[in-house]
């Protein structure tokens, strides 16, 4: 606005300052930010000259992470650090970082004020600011990350070694196991000479009841080295654990009092009896070594339910359960066994009464079965192990097979073909099987069985046969030999793949573990012929229906 004729002139000028308070109030708020995020960091931060390297900052983090004073970082050089005791190493890093712009350690050894080693991920950017270039280091903290590293690595050759113990135990398991096959099958067939009163008999029952306790031991090396074949059924954990208990008093001596209180209802599980077996022996076994002086040991049966909303009991689902409780009046465990305790190969027995595997055999059971296990101990007042099994809703099936097939019944007049490498064993199966009627072919290789079939005119009505032999494997013979004979199979083994459980063979399939009594081979053959019989029953009359 202007005014003219002698009167003064008044110019206003209006500008608009908006951009630039915005810029300057983002300005600020980057700054803010910044020194937030400087101050709040979980890395240490250093804040460098460019041309000089000398220390300009540095944040609250990387002081506490050091030990050392604001001060005694700000204004001195890098290298006039005490951590950084290397002058001429860090004199020339900084240099290539000049050159460079950045400079990275993944793995810097650093010492902290009080001495403490620790390890560092060192990373240095050169950066504009303001056209001034400054130089930022992020340091951050690694050493737990190398410590977990070194730890992954030990368990990793850790579980190498136990693969190799496995492969080992399984191999030693699986010989054993066909020795254990001649002393039972040579037991039984020693037995049938003497009368019922013949006082000779004691000796072979004691060589029988050994046998069966070392065949348990096998059993447990099978299950450590991953080739047991899990066979579960649903059984009435009763029965098995008043099995047990007869035995148990000959595994842990007369000085322990024993007390099995069973369930006064039905307790179906659905498991493998054996491996229930090895459980109580090894728990028995245990009880014992913690009772020198003598004690009690109690099993309890009983059926447990675990409700909605009623906390977390050994990481156990809501659900019905049949819960399995192994007690002793022993020495106890102190908190660091029991976190160990079923560790592989920890032991606190002396060096020759111990092998370590007996507990992380146990827990291997359980969880292969399904269940949880917990443990409550206490120096000086015993200890207390509670296992919980799914309870089974299927209807419980009679243990033992012998029951299922009279006695009388187990005469045949079939045709076996009978292939063991183990000469001895296949001469004890070969006289047993004859005293019950079966004509037997036997050969100890699979391409010996294949000529023996070959040459025999007759009908051939069941393989029986080793899994694992040399050249050609027991389940490699019978599909050579199925197309052409039908043939019944009946594998027998002391290890097997899994590939052998009850639930992958065909219809005309079987397994039988070693060791076992011939009584249990005789069974089990007769009970493939029945099945077969009924099967062919069942075809005729769809047949005649159609």
């Known amino acids: 606005?202007?005014?003219?004729?002698g009167s003064r002139v008044t110019q206003c000028e209006i500008r608009d300052i908006t951009q630039p308070r915005h810029a300057k109030a983002a300005l600020r708020d980057s700054e803010n930010r910044y020194q937030r995020l400087f101050e709040t960091a979980k890395d240490g931060i250093l804040l460098l000259d460019f041309e000089t390297g000398q220390i300009t900052d540095v944040n609250p983090f990387l002081i506490e992470m050091l030990g050392y004073t604001h001060s005694e970082f700000v204004g001195k050089k890098l290298w006039e650090v005490g951590l950084f005791k290397d002058t001429a190493a860090s004199q020339s890093a900084f240099s290539v970082l000049q050159a460079e712009g950045i400079i990275?350690?993944?793995?810097l050894p650093l010492e902290t004020k009080n001495g403490r080693q620790i390890a560092v991920e060192f990373v240095s950017n050169?950066?504009?600011?303001?056209?001034?270039?400054?130089?930022?280091c992020n340091i951050r903290d690694i050493t737990e990350r190398k410590r977990a590293e070194k730890v992954a690595q030990e368990h990793l050759h850790q579980a190498s070694k136990l693969e190799a113990v496995g492969r080992l135990a399984g191999g030693v398991a699986h010989d054993f196991n066909n020795l254990l096959a001649v002393i039972l099958g040579t037991s039984e067939l020693l037995l049938a000479d003497f009368h019922a009163y013949d006082p000779r008999r004691k000796y072979i029952d004691d060589i029988t009841d050994a046998s069966k306790r070392a065949a348990i031991l096998t059993r447990q090396l099978l299950t450590f080295?991953?080739?047991?074949?899990f066979s579960p059924v649903v059984v009435?954990?009763?029965?098995?654990v008043m099995e047990s208990g007869r035995m148990?008093?000959?595994?842990?001596?007369?000085?322990i009092e024993i007390a099995v209180v069973p369930s006064v209802e039905p307790v179906p599980v659905l498991a493998d009896p054996t491996q229930i077996q090895v459980i109580l022996m090894n728990l028995a076994s245990n009880a014992r070594d913690a009772m020198t002086k003598g004690g009690k040991l109690t099993i309890e049966v009983a059926n447990f339910e675990m409700q909605e909303g009623g906390g977390k009991l050994a990481d156990v689902a809501p659900g019905h359960y049949v819960m399995l409780t192994v007690s002793d009046t022993g020495a106890g465990m102190s908190p660091h066994i029991q976190s160990r305790v079923f560790d592989p190969f920890f032991t606190t027995k002396d060096l020759g009464k111990g092998t370590g595997l007996g507990l992380s055999t146990v827990y291997g059971i359980v969880k292969e079965s399904g269940g949880s296990i917990l443990l409550n101990s206490k120096v000086g007042e015993g200890t207390t192990f509670r296992i919980y099994l799914p309870r089974a809703k299927e209807e419980i099936i009679e243990r033992d097979a012998a029951s299922r097939v009279a006695n009388e019944s187990l005469q045949g007049s079939e045709t076996i073909l009978l292939v063991e490498d183990q000469i001895?064993?296949?001469?004890?199966?070969?006289?047993?099987?004859?005293k019950f009627g079966y004509k037997v072919l036997d050969a100890g290789f699979p391409e010996e069985a294949i000529q023996i079939a070959q040459q025999f005119t007759g009908k051939l009505d069941l393989l029986l046969t080793d899994v694992v032999m040399p050249g050609m494997s027991g389940r490699e013979l019978a599909k050579q030999l199925r197309p052409s004979y039908n043939m019944r199979v009946l594998y027998m083994s002391g290890f097997a793949h899994r590939t052998f459980a009850q639930d992958v063979l065909d219809a005309n399939e079987a397994f039988l573990a070693k060791p076992f009594l011939l009584g249990e081979l005789a069974t089990k053959i007769r009970e493939l012929f029945r099945e077969a019989k009924s099967a062919s029953h069942t075809e005729k009359k769809q047949s005649r229906a159609s």
């Open 1 to 5: 606005m202007q005014k003219s004729r």
């Open 104 to 107: 990275r350690y993944e793995n």
């Open 126 to 136: 050169a950066y504009t600011v303001d056209g001034t270039q400054v130089v930022q």
């Open 225 to 229: 080295s991953r080739k047991h074949v």
């Open 236 to 240: 009435d954990l009763n029965l098995i």
């Open 248 to 255: 148990l008093p000959r595994v842990i001596g007369e000085h």
């Open 424 to 434: 001895a064993l296949r001469g004890v199966i070969r006289e047993f099987l004859q």
